[in-house]
């Protein structure tokens, strides 16, 4: 074994490991690796050689022990395993090998209290912790993810020249990524897509909100297809063209992009499309339930995120409804003319909607940050996110825009330039929910976010009745409109109760 010194480790040899062993070895750095089941590594370092320009930075150990061993001081060890009991498995067996001082960073899709207890514990023992959302799926990791660490002040210093030299790269100025790597040869230059989140769960509190966002995209875009197959009775390729051109406008992104290239993709096995032969059943991992779950426990309404998942959780009930299809009524879907009016108004519904589910995401970010004690940087987070990441689009550069115009932004509708689209595309985002509605389409992630832009510009709701129900039985106390706030007040709503309180 050589006697080399690597300048990071990494564990875990699953697609992101290698693909980011890869992405790292490629801007220079000597990177030492390890995995759990030791052929996968010998499989690796062949595929390397094999094929890989960058093949010499890659230096492969069969002993954790050894591996820590060749790495330079204080080292940096990158863990991309199964989250959860995979990874503390990892760590518990990597720490008997460490140093005070070295930096564990873990890659894997953590839950953020996981990350908060992690953080903890090393830092008692001496060792620095950084959990760094990585985002972007394999492509991402090769030739450059989105990545949100969060850690000490101290520990990002070490880790920083090596994470921006490796994340997504775009145009500082438009927020277009700057494509074009290959095995050998990233890309240099622009602005790079990483930035120090805050600390302990920070960045892994961030990468959440972004899948979480990441669903509600996804939501969004099935739901403007389906309309324009039933409502407008269009084609696969046809709706794929649509979202073509759509993707050359300002709902320009990765997930619109990709979205056109599936709908014009012919099944291999027969003459249909191959989206017309997929199940409608969606699989989830979970992170847009932690989304939906944080949401709900600080009281933000994300409504538009947890519907996303319901609807995932709906679509994979595919027997009963199947079942139900059967027996219970709705009304006949009449086929629409005047495809491009409706094609522009589908489009229309899909960005206001957009801009809301957006909206919630940041709202529950700057949530968090209070409870958790965080100072996000909104305006950053916005701007790493504009390459590498799932949900890159050029939508991006203007959130970025507005919360650098106003960083104490209070809701991201409010910034003149989202306000302005809202109020335009209203007219038509109603229309095209109302004719869902009518032909009994589901649209959930549509509807819900008009409801959030409906809910948050009404200066009165309901609520009053609400209070006044939770008075009636419960004695929970309302606060009046003629008195100020904080006052709380409390009624004997029925004779009964009167008495009882004489009485009592
Ligand atoms: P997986 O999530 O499938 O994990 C496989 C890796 O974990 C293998 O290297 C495996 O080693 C290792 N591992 C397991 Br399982 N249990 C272990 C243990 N007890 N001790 C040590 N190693 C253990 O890999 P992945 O899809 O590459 O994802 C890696 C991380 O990145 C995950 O946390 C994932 O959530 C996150 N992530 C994935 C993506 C994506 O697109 N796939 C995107 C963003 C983030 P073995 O070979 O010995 O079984």
Redesign the pocket.
């Known amino acids: 074994m050589s006697n080399e010194y690597a300048d990071i480790g990494l564990?875990?040899?699953?697609?992101?490991?290698?693909?980011l062993v890869l992405n790292m070895a490629d801007h220079g750095y000597k990177v030492a690796v390890f995995?759990?089941?030791t052929e996968?590594t010998r499989e690796f370092l062949r595929h390397c050689r094999d094929h890989e320009p960058s093949v010499d930075r890659v230096l492969g150990y069969e002993e954790l022990e050894e591996f820590v061993a060749h790495i330079k001081r204080p080292r940096k060890i990158v863990?991309?395993?199964?989250?959860?009991?995979?990874?503390?498995?990892?760590l518990n067996?990597l720490l008997p090998f460490l140093e005070p001082g070295d930096i564990v960073v873990?890659?894997?899709?953590?839950h953020w209290m996981d990350t908060r207890r992690r953080e903890r514990e090393f830092t008692d023992k001496g060792f620095e912790f950084i959990g760094s959302?990585?985002?972007?799926?394999?492509t991402?990791?090769r030739f450059g993810?989105s990545l949100m660490p969060g850690g000490s002040a101290k520990a990002w210093s070490s880790l920083e020249p090596i994470w921006r030299a490796i994340a997504a790269k775009v145009d500082p100025v438009t927020g277009q990524p700057l494509e074009g790597a290959e095995p050998g040869k990233p890309v240099e230059g622009g602005f790079s897509c990483t930035a120090h989140i805050g600390p302990d769960g920070a960045g892994h509190y961030v990468?959440m909100v972004h899948n979480g966002i990441e669903y509600i995209d996804m939501q969004l875009i099935s739901e403007a297809y389906w309309l324009m197959k039933k409502l407008l009775g269009l084609k696969s390729e046809q709706i794929g063209e649509q979202f073509d051109a759509w993707n050359k406008g300002d709902l320009g992104s990765y997930l619109i992009q990709i979205t056109g290239e599936i709908l014009q993709q012919q099944d291999p096995e027969s003459d249909s499309y191959l989206v017309d032969k997929i199940l409608d059943a969606a699989g989830q991992?979970g992170t847009g339930l932690w989304t939906a779950s944080s949401a709900l426990e600080l009281g933000v309404p994300a409504n538009a995120i947890a519907e996303a998942v319901f609807a995932r959780a709906l679509s994979s009930l595919k027997e009963e409804r199947v079942f139900a299809s059967s027996c219970l009524s709705g009304p006949a879907i009449e086929v629409q003319t005047g495809i491009e009016e409706w094609g522009e108004a589908i489009r229309t519904a899909l960005y206001c909607s957009k801009i809301c589910a957006y909206a919630q995401g940041f709202q529950l970010m700057k949530e968090a940050q209070k409870v958790y004690g965080w100072q996000l940087d909104f305006g950053t987070i916005a701007s790493i996110w504009r390459g590498g990441c799932i949900i890159r689009a050029s939508f991006l550069n203007r959130i970025t825009q507005a919360y650098q115009e106003v960083p104490a932004l209070g809701n991201l509708m409010l910034a003149p330039y989202f306000r302005q689209i809202l109020a335009e595309g209203q007219t038509a985002w109603r229309k095209v929910i109302a004719l869902a509605v009518v032909n009994g389409l589901p649209v959930p992630a549509f509807s819900s976010a008009l409801a959030y832009y409906d809910g948050y510009r009404s200066a009165d709701l309901p609520a009053n009745l609400i209070q006044a129900q939770r008075d009636y039985f419960g004695a929970h106390t309302y606060e009046r409109t003629d008195q100020p706030r904080g006052r709380f007040f409390h009624l004997e709503w029925t004779a009964e109760q009167r008495v009882q309180r004489v009485e009592g």
């Open positions: 564990i875990g040899l699953a697609v992101m490991g290698q693909n995995n759990r089941t996968k863990l991309l395993v199964k989250a959860g009991t995979g990874t503390d498995a990892a067996s873990d890659g894997g899709n953590a959302g990585v985002s972007g799926g394999e991402g990791a993810p990468k991992k």
